[in-house]
C-alpha cells in the first residue's frame, strides 16, 4: 500500500516536469448549461491553460516497475478538470481523485470520506510563451516536433526539476520520460478523444466533507 502512494507521489513530480509558468486559475463561469447554449458568453472570461477547449486523455505511467493510470477530463480550456490516479492491488483501485471546479481544487482518496480544498494554481507548458529567465532556470531545449497518437507534438528537454524529455501538444503532455532517484518514470498517452465530454463529470462528490 505504501509502495503505491509513493508511485502516485512520484508520478505527481513525473507531471510537474512538463511545467515552467504559473498561473492562477479562476473558473468564473455560471450556469454550467450557459457553455452548451452560449459558448461564446464563457469562454473570453477565462484563462486558457490548454490550446484546446475540452478533451479525455488517459495515461498509462511507469515508475519504479509499477504501473498506475491515470484518466483526466477538462474542459473550458482546463478552467474544469477531473482527474483519477491509481493502481490496482488484489484486484481493486487504489489512488486518489481531484476535482478543479471555480477556482478551487477538491482532493481526496479512494473510498475516503473526507478530503482538502485549495486554490487553484496551475502551472502551464506553452513552450511558445517560456521566458528566457525559466530558459536558463530549467534548462530548457527544444527539439522540433515528432508526431504521437497522430498529434503534431514539441519534442521538450529540461534538465531541472528532474531531467526529462516530453512530447507536448496543445500544452499537452502526450508521453514524458524522466528519472529521478535513480527510477526511470515513463508517462505515456493511450486514449485521447476531444468530444463528448460529459458535464456530469465536474460535478461536487456526494459524501465526502472537504476541509481547507
Known sequence: MKRTFLVIAVFAILVSCN??????SKDESTDPKSKVEKPSAVVPKQNKLFGIEAAYVKYQNNV???????????????NRQYEEYYGD???????????????????????DESGTKSRFYHATTNYDEVSDEDIKKYGIQKHGYEEIMGK?????????????????????????EAVYAGNNMIMEVIEISTSNIDEKIFEMPEGITFSE
Open 152 to 176: 503534431k507534438c514539441l519534442k521538450v528537454t529540461t534538465e531541472k526539476p528532474v531531467k526529462s524529455t516530453s512530447w507536448v501538444w496543445n500544452n499537452i503532455p502526450l508521453r514524458t
Open 19 to 24: 511545467r515552467t509558468q504559473k498561473n492562477e
Open 89 to 111: 492491488i488484489m484486484g481493486q483501485k487504489t489512488g486518489s481523485k481531484s476535482l478543479v471546479l471555480d477556482g478551487y481544487k477538491y482532493n481526496w482518496d479512494f473510498d
Open 64 to 78: 519504479a516497475g509499477q504501473e498506475l493510470i491515470r484518466e483526466w477530463w477538462f474542459d473550458q480550456y482546463g
